[in-house]
């Protein structure tokens, strides 16, 4: 059974940054596209990045938001800068087997890490 355990999310004011990891046990890690995803509260879950054969960003996070993945150690990572209150949220990580990981197409979820921003 896949698992993924989200970490480093936390409290920060406006223009601060935070680095958001994932940690994959269970299966075989370069296999699986990887993403983020995040869902404030009373909205739906979006989109925020993506990491397969290529790299993928939403609009709010191109420019400010880095992700990236550690094969070696089953990690994927999310660097968050310039951090806005609309970044405020909780940040999921998502897996899928072979194809890009979507909204409604991932295959595992983790169990999220809060990101609040202060303005």
């Known amino acids: 059974q896949v698992q993924l355990v989200e970490s480093g999310g936390g409290s920060v004011q406006a223009g601060g940054s935070l680095r958001l990891s994932c940690a994959v046990s269970?299966?075989?890690?370069?296999?699986?596209?990887m993403g983020w995803f995040r869902q404030a509260p009373g909205k739906e879950r979006e989109f925020v990045a993506a990491?397969?054969?290529?790299?993928y960003y939403s609009d709010s996070a191109k420019g400010r938001f880095t992700i990236s993945r550690d094969n070696a150690k089953n990690t994927v990572y999310l660097q968050m800068n310039s951090l806005k209150p609309e970044d405020t949220a909780a940040y999921y990580c998502?897996?899928?087997?072979?194809?890009?990981?979507?909204?409604?197409?991932?295959?595992?979820w983790g169990q999220g890490t809060q990101v609040t921003v202060s303005s």
């Open positions: 990491i397969w054969r290529s790299i």
């Open positions: 998502a897996a899928r087997l072979g194809l890009v990981v979507t909204t409604t197409g991932s295959d595992y």
């Open positions: 269970g299966g075989t890690f370069s296999r699986y596209s």
